[in-house]
Structures are given as C-alpha cells and as structure tokens.
C-alpha cells in the first residue's frame, strides 16, 4: 500500500503550526537521520518559517530548533555509520555491489575533499542522509562533520524558514500585485 505521502506532510506541517519549534526539533532529527518517513523536510521548514511569529514562536527560536535538530540528527547518523558501518558492508556489501577495494577509493576521495565534500552533498538535494552516513563511514573528522552539518542547516534555514516567515507577512501576495500591474 502506497502511503499518502502528501496527506503526511500536510499532517506533519500542521502538527509543526500547532506544537511549534519543539516538534520542528523533533521533525528534524528524525529527517537528518534517515527515517524511511515520509516527511518532506523543505516543506516543514516553509511551515514552520510561516509560523513562526505567531506569538508561540520567534524566527530566532525556529532557527535555533532547525541547527541543533540537524546537528543530533545528522550526529547520531554520523555514529551509528562510523561505530558500525563497516562491519555491515564488510559482511552484507557484496550483495549491493560494494566491494572493499571500491569503499576504499571512495573513503579516499571523502578524505582528500573532506569539508568540500560533505558541504556539497549536504547542500544537494536528495543526498543530505548519505552524506551524514558517508561521513562517518569514510571517518570525516566529527569537528569537521559538525560545522559543516551547522554551515548547511544554517543555509537551508535562511533560504526556507526566510521564504516561509515572507510569506506570512504577505511578501507573495505583494509580489503577486506588482506582477499584476506590469
């Protein structure tokens, strides 16, 4: 049974109007870390950004749940992968087409770019969760990993909870008139 993927966000949007940035946090932390859920995490940060300045919440404090929820997220990610990820694909790796020499040439390319690399696959969409495992399988330096998880929440921040909290002052309904009188 397919599950009503956009009847779940809608409902996770909503509990995140109604609960406010702790559910944000909570949200969040489940997305970063790989939840086979179907939250569409874009769109809770655009609710949550809308949200926000509602009298239960300020920008500031969504901002805030958004950084340390991708940074307990994508930590225990990042653990779970680099405490057991290699015995996994050791034992069960073959089976996917993985073999120790090929993990090996990427464990390399990871190490040689090692910022540059999970700052770029953070910042792709759709690769945000194999680069937290990536990270800590291929052993990116927690520091490293850490800032670069809190520089990337911090961009997507801005552009999503900005985009959501202008829309509710009714930036778009002015971008909308302006559009009307060209």
Known sequence: VM?????????????????????LLLLIIIG??????????????LGAG????????????????????????ASAAYWLARLGGRPLL?????????TLERLDRVEAR???WGAWAVLVGRLTPGLLVTTNIASGLFRVRYATFAACVLVT??????????AGYLLRLGFGAALAELARDR
């Open 110 to 112: 990871v190490q040689r």
């Open 153 to 162: 929440a911090a961009a997507w921040g801005v552009l999503l909870l900005g």
């Open 3 to 23: 599950p009503d993927v956009l009847g779940v966000a809608a409902d996770a949007v909503n509990v995140l109007l109604e609960k406010g940035p702790f559910a």
């Open 90 to 98: 050791r034992r069960y790796g073959r089976y996917i087409g993985l």
């Open 32 to 45: 970063e870390m790989g939840t086979p859920i179907p939250i569409i995490t874009d769109g809770l940060l």
């Open 50 to 73: 809308y949200g926000a300045g509602d009298g239960r919440s300020t920008i500031l404090l969504t901002f805030g749940m958004l950084l340390l929820g991708s940074l307990l997220g």
